[in-house]
């Protein structure tokens, strides 16, 4: 069982629905979490890190679950260039940087 | 800037061969890892480092070596390619965060390798 899971989709959605993907974790003691956005054949790049508190930026929230060990990703007014796949990621060690990844969930946004 | 840079884009091996995929990066990070990225699997750590003259394994460490002799460079080695080699490797980079606020990793472009 991998350490960090999540459902690999795809999700197939119209333009300006609204879709969440969760991502479980099996480590208690991990620490940071963020979502990555990987393009088709392309580096993973930065989407949001994810607070204790939750957090948002524009059309996107982040949240986290501790107590059931989990984090969400909620995407509003999806739009056809959200088309991508989403990668959780977490680490349980504050000094190393070492992010464990999930299996990456597949969002396609159609017209 | 050039941020973390891979070479090669892409290399087609034959099984037994050797090779060194190269990673660097210009931003100072003390951080550095590799990763490979296999359909369904997402992306699995190979090693990583946390600064030069250290280096530890991730989740599928076995066929692969790696060094860190400057804080820049962090090659990948594969003594015997296998087939089951054959994937998308990423260099990763990140600073040292403090307790809770790692800092996010940027990752090179990538090498598509084909171990035939």
């Known amino acids: 069982r991998k350490e960090v899971e999540q459902d690999p989709g795809p999700f197939n959605v119209p333009e300006g629905a609204t879709v969440a993907f969760n991502c479980t974790y099996s480590n208690s003691a991990s620490q940071s979490f963020f979502w990555y956005r990987q393009d088709c054949r392309k580096e993973p790049k930065l989407l949001m890190s994810?607070?204790?508190s939750g957090n948002e930026d524009g059309r996107f929230t982040a949240q986290l679950n501790r107590a059931s060990q989990y984090i969400s990703l909620l995407i509003r007014d999806s739009k056809l260039s959200d088309s991508a796949t989403y990668l959780c990621?977490?680490?349980?060690?504050?000094?190393?940087?070492?992010?464990?990844f999930g299996q990456g969930t597949t969002l396609q946004v159609k017209p | 800037n050039a941020g973390v840079t891979q070479t090669p884009k892409f290399q087609v091996l034959k099984t037994g061969q050797s090779m060194t995929l190269q990673c660097a990066q210009d931003?100072?990070?003390?951080?550095m890892s590799w990763y490979r990225q296999d359909p369904g699997m997402g992306l699995r750590l190979i090693h990583y480092s946390v600064g030069a003259g250290i280096t530890d394994q991730g989740e599928v460490p076995n066929g692969y070596n790696v060094s860190r002799s400057t804080t820049e460079d962090f090659p990948l080695r594969l003594l015997s390619a296998a087939p089951s080699q054959t994937s998308v490797y990423f260099c990763?980079?990140?600073?040292?965060?403090?307790?809770?606020?790692?800092?996010?990793?940027?990752f090179g472009n990538g090498t598509r390798l084909t171990v035939t």
């Open positions: 994810v607070y204790s």
């Open positions: 990621a977490v680490t349980h060690s504050s000094n190393t940087g070492k992010l464990i």
């Open positions: 990763a980079s990140s600073r040292q965060g403090r307790t809770g606020n790692n800092s996010p990793l940027h």
């Open positions: 931003m100072n990070h003390e951080y």
